[in-house]
């Protein structure tokens, strides 16, 4: 059996500092014109988007795609809010635990799987300012640690 080819477009780094990462999902997104052919140059940024269940379906927010270079009329706004695509029980789900207090879904990363332009999706729980000064602390210490390692193996 072949292994599955996936190609990163976009990774949004600072959610990992921003948020404790519960679950992840991957969802298909819906596009329009040239967002292809841009996603394939790798002109977006996931910086401050985010999701959110309406109406029964799942939408992505603030997501910048730039527009193509030579997408004249077809070109789309850079910022428009796109369809994700999910099962509909995955949906439901997601909904329920959205509305649970202090959870979000935030987009982790962009990438081509098998051609297709697939968005891996988190369910998270934003981090308060102690936990990020742990994190970094834990970090810090973890680095020195390695690099008293490597010093001792030279």
Not at 1 to 17: L, S
Not at 95 to 102: N, T, Y
Not at 118 to 142: S, T
Request: glycine content about 6%; charged content about 40%; overall charge positive.
């Amino acid at each position: 059996m072949p292994k599955e080819k996936v190609k990163t477009i976009a990774e949004n780094r600072r959610a990992r500092y921003e948020y404790f990462i519960e679950e992840t999902y991957e969802a298909g997104i819906a596009l329009k014109g040239t967002e292809v052919k841009s996603l394939r140059e790798g002109k977006t940024n996931l910086q401050d988007s985010y999701a959110a269940v309406d109406k029964g379906e799942l939408f992505l927010f603030q997501m910048h795609i730039s527009p193509y270079d030579r997408g004249n009329r077809y070109n789309v706004d850079a910022k428009r809010v796109r369809k994700l695509l999910m099962h509909k029980d995955e949906i439901n789900r997601l909904f329920g635990k959205v509305q649970q207090k202090g959870l979000t879904l935030v987009p982790l990363k962009l990438y081509f799987k098998e051609g297709r332009v697939k968005l891996e999706l988190a369910l998270a729980r934003g981090k308060k300012l102690y936990d990020k000064r742990d994190a970094e602390a834990a970090k810090d210490a973890r680095r020195t640690i390695e690099r008293a390692l490597r010093a001792n193996q030279e």
